[in-house]
């Protein structure tokens, strides 16, 4: 999961920093780093913001892209092989 797409899937859901950062047990800061590209997360952190998306329906691919993306992408493919 990228910074952008952490923001991103924060953002549809309409939560606050302050609202993931309680519904995932992660502070604030934490949080505002990993959207700002300012850290990398350890390996708990990951797995508790993966978790609690997936449980809300986000997939993350391993290269980042979010469910929404890939389907995006297979639309500009279909319309690329039909033009």
């Not at 300012?38 to 990951?46: F, G, L, N, R, V």
């Not at 993966?50 to 290269?63: C, R, S, T, Y």
């Not at 890939?70 to 039909?82: F, G, I, M, Y």
Request: glycine letters at 6%; proline letters at 2%; aromatic letters at 8%.
């Amino acid at each position: 999961m990228t910074p952008t797409h952490l923001r991103a899937a924060r953002n549809a859901l309409n939560l606050t920093i302050v609202q993931l950062g309680h519904a995932t047990g992660l502070s604030y800061n934490t949080i505002l780093r990993l959207e700002n590209g300012m850290t990398k997360p350890q390996k708990k952190t990951m797995v508790a913001l993966l978790e609690w998306f997936k449980a809300k329906g986000f997939v993350f691919l391993e290269n980042g892209l979010m469910w929404e993306d890939v389907a995006e992408l297979s639309a500009q493919n279909d319309t690329t092989l039909t033009a």
